[in-house]
């Protein structure tokens, strides 16, 4: 990102519809996760069984469930979940592997060969079905969602991050650095990690997207948030059963995930397009 000014970041994504787009739709999500508690009309946990599925209607915008819980309110807190699931899970999979990646690049031979062959360990399996495995093992719970989307998603961190380590570890200022009497762990975290973060932080906007379907998906098939949470994909679950004659108990919070994910692809192919000199 050398030469760019976050005032030059932010010119640019306004100049792009399409990353505008992605922009303006993240941070109205992350408004509504804010002020979910002030402007959701009724208490997202309150059942009225005289009121189940009812069609969407000024009373009930995105209708009932099937326990007469109003959808419009639930995915109003589940804007919340969700986002704070996939920034937890960014955070812990984005720092662990950008370390291991970093470590692995700068010390070459025989700590590279072990760091990187556990890394195709764990990207052998399909993200998806590890992280169900592992939540399984630990037990359907939010925190145990975490972890284990966390297991799959650090690796592709640590390649990123070990290509860029590769790349800078011989260039003349880490020799410099280097000759001076500087510690590796200085190098480390001084001279490699900044170069590394660049295509760390895309990676990272581009995979919030997969990250909110996975922690969706696990909702979905029971390995994740536990009913009566309102969350997306515990919803979609809930709505299966009621489709040929309620659909909008289904469809509202499908729709809520199919708009989070293409805004953070919007965001992130335009971050890409910013940071990346190539494409600029």
């Known amino acids: ?45 309150a059942t009225d069984p005289l009121q189940k599925l009812q069609p969407p209607s000024w009373k009930h915008l995105m209708g009932t469930d099937g326990l007469g819980r109003d959808i419009l309110s639930r995915v109003l807190y589940g804007t919340r979940i969700s986002l704070w699931i996939a920034i937890l899970i960014l955070i812990t999979a984005g720092v662990f592997g950008t370390v291991v990646g970093i470590v692995a690049g700068y010390a070459g031979g025989f700590v590279d060969n072990l760091l990187m062959r556990v890394t195709d360990i764990f990207m052998a399996f399909p993200r998806l079905i590890l992280a169900m495995a592992i939540a399984a093992a630990l037990g359907p719970s939010l925190t145990n969602v975490v972890i284990a989307i966390s297991f799959g998603a650090w690796t592709v961190f640590a390649r990123l991050a070990r290509s860029k380590a590769l790349a800078v570890r011989e260039e003349d200022f880490v020799e410099a650095a280097r000759a001076l009497g500087a ?28 990250i909110i379907l996975t922690a969706a998906g696990l909702g979905f098939l029971g390995f994740g948030a536990q009913p009566p949470t309102p969350e997306w994909g515990v919803m979609v679950s809930d709505g299966r059963n009621f489709m040929p004659h309620g659909w909008w108990v289904s469809t509202f919070p499908g729709l809520a995930i199919m708009i989070t994910v293409l805004g953070f692809n919007l965001l992130g192919d335009g971050i890409r397009d910013i940071l990346d000199p190539r494409m600029r």
């Open 183 to 210: 510690s590796n762990l200085r190098i480390l975290f001084k001279h490699i990690l900044p170069m590394a973060l660049s295509p760390v932080i895309i990676q990272g906007t581009l995979s919030m997207g997969g």
């Open 1 to 45: 990102m050398r030469g760019l000014t976050w005032r030059d970041v932010v010119r640019h994504l306004l100049k792009n519809p399409l990353s505008l787009s992605g922009l303006l739709i993240i941070v109205s999500l992350v408004l509504l996760a804010i002020l979910a508690p002030y402007i959701s009309p009724y208490d997202p946990y």
